[in-house]
């Protein structure tokens, strides 16, 4: 039963089974960029805004979607990258990547909802965001390093 809902910003008809996962149900739509690790809300891999608010999307049932908003990586990048995933790649926080879509979109809840965050409301708004490879302080940097060119260029 197709699901009614705006995905990256446009009004559409997400398939899904009856008791199909968000993640799965996006994944299965190709939008790949969503991941699945945990599938128990431990690892933040499938993170996406539900109405500009970071959740993990294995958590829901696609039907729970129901004409809310949500955004994953892909409605972010566009033809390109954002400045946020651009970041990424600059200060060297993506390695095998398998967090990054996750990471990413924890980080643009986060910078919509405060512009000026602290090491520590980073850190903290990537709590529930595991990454095996970076150590993090270069995922902190390009959190910090978007932050400050948005506020010195806001769009
Ligand atoms: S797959 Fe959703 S939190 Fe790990
Ligand atoms: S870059 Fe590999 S898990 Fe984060």
Redesign the pocket.
């Known amino acids: 039963m197709p699901i009614p809902l705006i995905l990256n910003g446009r009004t559409t008809a997400l398939p899904a089974g009856p008791g199909d996962r968000l993640?799965t149900a996006l994944r299965a739509a190709g939008l790949t960029g969503v991941k699945?690790?945990?599938?128990?809300?431990?690892?933040?891999?499938?993170t996406v805004l539900l109405d500009g608010a970071p959740v993990?999307s294995?958590?829901m049932l696609a039907a729970q979607a129901e004409g809310r908003g949500v955004e994953t990586a892909e409605g972010l990048a566009g033809d390109g990258a954002s400045d946020l995933q651009a970041a990424f790649v600059h200060e060297g926080a993506v390695q095998c990547g398998y967090c990054t879509p996750g990471m990413v979109m924890a980080a643009e809840g986060l910078l919509r909802r405060n512009p000026d965050p602290s090491e520590a409301e980073i850190r903290q708004a990537i709590a529930g965001n595991i990454c095996r490879c970076t150590g993090y302080v270069a995922i902190i940097r390009a959190i910090a390093a978007t932050a400050a060119s948005r506020r010195a260029a806001p769009c």
């Open positions: 993640s699945e690790g945990c599938l128990e809300g431990e690892c933040g891999a499938c993990c294995c958590l």
